[in-house]
């Protein structure tokens, strides 16, 4: 199993990006998928996560209204559209994937730096 992310980059505050997360080796409509984020010398949080079909969606409150998350089954990829970006959204992001008959991501894919100047 492999989790492929990509997309982030260095923008300007009131900026977007689009980050995508490839997957490979997964059932993949079975997976729900998730996004994190790290800053430094922070815990990892909680971005966002879609459900395999991509019918049901979840946001962190930090990121409501401003971010969204899709999925293309086809192409077992995920991707985390990022807009109106602020100095506080600079992290590194991950993505993540949970069997959906389990409560934990068990396959991780490596961080993307996203960092947001003022």
């Known amino acids: 199993v492999q989790l492929q992310v990509s997309g982030g980059g260095l923008v300007q505050a009131g900026g977007s990006l689009r980050l995508s997360c490839s997957t490979s080796?997964?059932?993949?409509?079975?997976?729900?998928i998730g996004w994190f984020r790290q800053a430094p010398g922070k815990e990892r949080n909680f971005v966002a996560t879609?459900?395999?079909?991509?019918?049901?969606?979840d946001y962190g409150d930090p990121v409501k209204g401003r971010f969204t998350i899709s999925r293309d089954n086809a192409k077992t990829t995920v991707y985390l559209q990022t807009n109106s970006l602020k100095p506080e959204d600079t992290a590194v992001y991950f993505c993540?994937?949970?069997?959906?008959?389990?409560?934990?991501?068990?396959?991780w894919g490596q961080g993307t730096q996203v960092t947001v100047s003022s």
């Open positions: 993540a994937a949970r069997y959906f008959m389990r409560s934990d991501y068990n396959y």
């Open positions: 080796g997964l059932t993949f409509s079975v997976y729900h």
């Open positions: 879609i459900s395999g079909s991509g019918g049901t969606t």
